[in-house]
């Protein structure tokens, strides 16, 4: 196991002031090119650390204060609020704060808006969308999948014009940016009647997205919202009343909306952090600042690899993911020695997913333009005395 961001990454210093012992951080920050747990803007990091040991006059951190009291209830309240205002959620949607990830979600949706026996709707662009298949057949539905790029190793996304819901299925789902590949849908898909649920965990928040198209939008919140652990749920509310009773009420739609998210004890640091976050998304913009953002990090690095003999994108044009950008050099040795390379210039966690191999960048709303542009310096160079 290795602790390097631990060990060299930060030197803790301790001094005395006034009699008081405080500790500060050295801090030698990377560009983190991690899918997830993702880099965190870092002036986020910054007033989280600044109020971290008297928050709000409490005279505790937040992650010590009662999830019941004043002063969290309005954190939590103004993190749903700041949420709202910045996707344009639609009064009828509700926002829930639910533990287990995006992973548990892949549960959590057949049990809360399938009975047994029903059809169940999926869209495959990549190896999340599979995992949520495999998760949903536990639940006795019978999983349809209407569309599956497979026979392009994951590399497209489907035409409109194919994409076929089943009549009378309890919903469709797909995953509009599928993490791994790098593949990311530039519409959204058209399923009539049915509710369609996406998986956004690695997407949500990087561009403006019309949220009463969809009946579920559900994420984890390790890459654009802040640590692991946590997802947030968007669900519209006439689906609220369908959730089998031996669903686990932590999971219950409906009981988590009834209790603001309290059912039990909530991630409360998780949503403190979210609300950091989107105050800073705010200040950026919103959401029209960060596709402007996004969307030229993305070309930026899309253009010097198209325009390169020496590496590669394996993703068709019109899919190409603005999160997560894969590529390759001309050898899996290069490869590794690229990425080992990359790791002791200060460009971390570049290594494709184990499944896949390669480089992968994932470049999520907190990574900045120069930190796309310090790996392309990186990557002339590597060429130049590699290739
Ligand atoms: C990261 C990710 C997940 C899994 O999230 P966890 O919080 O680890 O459960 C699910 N779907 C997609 C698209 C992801 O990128």
């Not at 803007?41 to 937040?62: C, F, I, K």
């Not at 993190?79 to 549960?107: C, D, H, S, W």
């Not at 709707?121 to 790029?149: H, N, P, R, S």
């Not at 333009?369 to 310096?377: F, P, T």
Request: net charge negative.
């Amino acid at each position: 196991m290795r602790i390097e961001s631990c060990d060299t990454g930060s030197r803790l210093r301790t001094n005395s002031v006034s009699g008081v012992k405080s500790a500060r951080i050295e801090l030698m920050r990377v560009f983190n090119f991690s899918a997830g747990p993702a880099m965190m803007p870092q002036e986020v990091l910054e007033r989280t650390q600044a109020e971290l040991l008297d928050w709000q006059h409490t005279g505790m951190s937040v992650t010590e204060v009662s999830h019941r009291s004043k002063e969290f209830v309005a954190c939590a309240a103004r993190t749903e609020e700041l949420l709202r205002q910045i996707m344009g959620i639609p009064e009828n949607y509700k926002v829930l704060f639910i533990q287990g990830g995006g992973f548990g979600q892949f549960a959590a949706v057949p049990l809360n808006l399938t009975k047994p026996g029903d059809v169940v709707d999926f869209v495959l662009t990549g190896q999340w969308g599979i995992k949520a298949t495999q998760e949903a057949k536990k639940f006795g539905v019978e999983v349809k999948v209407v569309a599956d790029e497979k026979g392009s190793g994951y590399t497209t996304v489907p035409a409109q014009s194919s994409i076929l819901p089943t009549p009378g299925a309890a919903y469709l789902h797909y995953t509009p940016n599928e993490t791994i590949g790098g593949v990311e849908f530039g519409f959204i898909p058209e399923t009539g009647e049915l509710p369609l649920v996406a998986d956004l965990s690695s997407t949500i928040l990087s561009r403006p997205i019309d949220v009463s198209r969809f009946g579920v939008i559900y994420a984890g919140t390790q890459k654009n919202m802040g640590p692991a652990g946590m997802a947030v749920v968007i669900v519209r509310d006439d689906l609220l009343d369908r959730a089998r009773p031996d669903t686990p009420s932590i999971w219950n739609y409906q009981k988590m909306a009834q209790a603001d998210s309290m059912v039990n004890t909530p991630p409360t640091f998780s949503i403190y952090l979210l609300g950091k976050i989107l105050e800073w998304i705010i200040e950026q913009g919103g959401l029209e600042g960060m596709a402007l953002r996004n969307r030229t990090k993305a070309q930026t690095l899309y253009s010097f690899l198209d325009a390169s003999d020496f590496y590669s994108n394996p993703v068709a044009s019109d899919a190409r993911s603005w999160m997560n950008i894969p590529f390759l050099t001309p050898a899996p040795d290069l490869n590794k020695q690229f990425v080992v390379e990359a790791t002791a210039a200060g460009l971390t966690n570049l290594a494709g997913h184990r499944s896949v191999g390669g480089m992968r960048a994932s470049i999520y709303n907190a990574m900045p333009q120069a930190g796309v542009e310090a790996l392309i310096e990186f990557m002339k160079e590597f060429e130049r005395v590699n290739a």
